[in-house]
């Protein structure tokens, strides 16, 4: 038994403290018999020690346990979340063990748990905050834009056939705009509820990367960008949703031409990671800076907020893209350096 007096447990005050009281009648009744005082027999007194040590020790035990039990009760109250009956509480009491160290220990981790959760909900707050400004502003923008090209016509631009035309096609651009913003928002907001059904099944990669290069085609020539897949490229077949992915590639390859440099280049690339297949989206445009790369799957987060508002968009492709990809168990990385261009890379199972 550890008699350190460091961190006794209750039992061993009790012991100890039945001890001393003990051994002080033990010399009181020497003391007594010392002086003739009055006589006993040894066993007598023995029994009596023996008593007066058993009593002590249950004595203090009972006291100190309600001591302790009301105490930690308190204590409880504060950190615990679900109700607990007295019995329970005062069963869950082991004087054998160091209780003051168990609930220091307790309330530490109940402590480290309040920060964390503080720091989850400030960080929560934030993002709501940001993410309340973020879309105020992306639907500012088109309204107020509607709503001048439409007092300007009723103010007698329609009937000025220079502007009229024109400025009907700005405000239907606008709603275009708007209706882009709020599907993105739905699609965002069933990919984050996890009700979304993935139709999963086998189909070529390289084939449904043509098939986009030929819906993006137009647009990339008004860039001259040149849209291609790595030289001697292997076919592979991977397992998942291919609508879904069609939209990761349409997003991911519109924005390199978006952001890429006039004469430059995309290419896709393909490699085999046994069971899996990676994907890789390289451009040579202006690239993105490092102190951006984090924040580029984010909501309504635009690296270029100059060249995002000239192209238009609703800023919440690739955080719709990383949804997506994530919806497959998957994982998207991004890989770039400002100047030289950008590579988005995902996985997706092989078959």
Known sequence: MNWKLKNPTPRMIALLASLTISGLYLIFFALLLSMDLFQIKWWTMILIILFIFISSYFVITF???NYIYRKIKLIYKTIRETKV???EDSKNIDLSNNLVTEVEETVAVWAEEKREEIAVLKKMETYRRNFLGDISHELRTPIFNIQGYIHTLLEGGLYDEKINKNF??????????????VKDLEEIS????????????PFSI??????????????????NINLSIKDNEEDFNVKADREKVRRVLMNLITNSIKYGNENGGTKLSFYDMENYILIEVADNGIGIEED???RVFERFYRADKSRSRKQGGSGLGLSIVKH???AHQQTINLRSTY??????GFTLEKV
């Open 63 to 65: 006291f100190l346990k």
């Open 85 to 87: 009956s007295a019995n």
């Open 168 to 181: 009907l096609n700005r405000a239907a651009n606008n709603v275009e705009r708007l209706d882009t913003i």
């Open 190 to 201: 069933r990919l984050e509820s996890g009700v979304l059904d993935l139709d999963i099944q």
């Open 206 to 223: 390289r084939k449904l990367s043509l098939e986009v290069f030929e819906d993006l085609e137009i647009m990339a020539s008004e860039m």
């Open 292 to 294: 951006k790369l984090k």
């Open 324 to 326: 997506i990809i994530e």
């Open 339 to 344: 100047g030289l261009g950008s590579t988005f």
